[in-house]
């Protein structure tokens, strides 16, 4: 069993950044992905970004490369979002998922879930 707990979220006007932390615990915590999505309303949930604990894999959306970095603390088992040059339609509920790979976090199929953080970006 694996417990995913994120943070971090909060108001910010566009152009500014967020960094999200997802804190995970949980014996197997160290076999999974790790991976950021979200879902504004109305929406389909989406993948974001993931990353191996190791660090040395990483993968993005299209919509946020460039813009989003993705990393892992294996020591406190966390993997951080850190969000720059937000827009408006980053708007959303962002979560973090634990997945046996990068194939099915990139398509939305994660093992265990966080409860989810809002982000909200204003014009």
């Known amino acids: 069993q694996v417990q995913l707990v994120e943070s971090g979220g909060g108001l910010v006007q566009a152009g500014g950044s967020l960094r999200l932390s997802c804190s995970a615990s949980g014996r197997t915590v160290g076999n999974y992905a790790m991976g950021w999505f979200r879902q504004a309303p109305g929406k389909e949930r989406e993948f974001v970004a993931a990353v191996s604990w190791s660090g040395g894999s990483v993968t993005y959306a299209d919509s946020v490369e460039g813009r989003f970095g993705i990393s892992s603390d294996n020591v406190k088992n966390t993997v951080y979002l850190q969000m720059n040059s937000l827009d408006p339609e980053d708007t959303a509920v962002y979560y973090c998922?634990?997945?046996?790979?990068?194939?099915?976090?990139?398509?939305?199929?994660?093992?265990?879930w966080g409860q989810g953080t809002q982000v909200t970006v204003s014009s």
């Open positions: 998922g634990a997945a046996p790979n990068f194939g099915f976090l990139t398509a939305r199929l994660a093992d265990y």
